[in-house]
């Protein structure tokens, strides 16, 4: 959409689906807002074996030739690095998720796998120094090197101080980053004794992976919580309306 709201162009994904297999196709924007890159579930869709993967000019609507994934995924998120690539996280169910990173040079589309399967990628910082993943098994989150994915930092949930035998809990998939170095996690758990669900919004230093403290993020469940990475912390309200929260001032 242009910012009068008028439509500039329209680029529709053919051919129809023929599967109902909870396929999702999934967009993201470049950082400079002149590229869209586009993940194509097919494989789900019974549009063919694998997903495909493209990006179009976001000004005219043309597209590059699509390559193909090795993933047969249920949907694809996207992060924009602030370099121009863009990270794709395709979620596979039970088998497992894939990771790549894009970038386009000479007019082609090049993505690279990242060396797992089983971690999901939730966050960028602004500077894209670093990004966050969370384990599919939900037992710890990992901060990785940019762009080779090492990891530099991990924690897990018994590092932040829950009692394991009355509290199950585990790290959801969510949260991001606070600020370059401060990460917001979110723990989801239920209470062995009453049943009761619950979940905590906590925030970690990115450096080092320790719990710095337990926060009120405003959150109404475990995903409404969307760090911008500027210190605040968008929210919804009671009727689904956005609220940009921020932390409290630091005392004198």
């Known amino acids: 959409m242009a910012a009068n709201g008028a439509e500039p162009w329209r680029s529709v994904i053919e051919p129809e689906w023929t599967h109902a297999r909870g396929h999702r196709p999934g967009c993201g924007l470049s950082v400079d807002g002149r590229r869209l890159w586009l993940y194509r579930p097919d494989a789900m869709a019974g549009r063919g074996c694998h997903d495909h993967w493209t990006v179009l000019d976001a000004g005219t609507g043309a597209r590059l030739a699509p390559v193909e994934l090795p993933t047969v ?6 992060f924009a ?32 796998p990242l060396p797992w399967t089983d971690r999901c990628l939730i966050a960028l ?24 994915g090492e990891v530099v930092r991990s924690a897990t949930v018994d590092d932040f101080g829950h009692d394991g035998e009355r509290w199950e809990a585990v790290v959801e998939w969510s949260g991001g980053h606070l600020d370059r170095d401060t990460l917001a996690v979110v723990l989801y758990g239920e209470d062995a004794e009453t049943g009761r669900e619950w979940f905590r919004s906590h925030r970690a230093d990115a450096r080092t992976g320790r719990d710095l403290d337990a926060f009120d993020s405003g959150a109404r469940d475990c995903y409404d919580l969307c760090p911008l990475g500027d210190g605040s912390r968008p929210t919804t309200d009671e009727s689904g309306h956005p609220v940009r929260g921020f932390p409290p001032a630091e005392p004198d």
Do not use: K, N, W, Y
């Open 73 to 78: 995924g249920h949907g694809g998120e996207h």
């Open 125 to 148: 910082p602004p500077d894209g120094s670093h990004f966050l993943t969370v384990d599919h098994g939900q037992t710890d989150f990992a901060v990785h090197a940019h762009p080779g």
């Open 81 to 112: 690095h602030p370099d121009g690539e863009m990270l794709l996280c395709v979620g596979e169910g039970q088998d497992g998720i894939a990771v790549f990173r894009g970038t386009v040079a000479d007019g082609v589309l090049r993505p690279v």
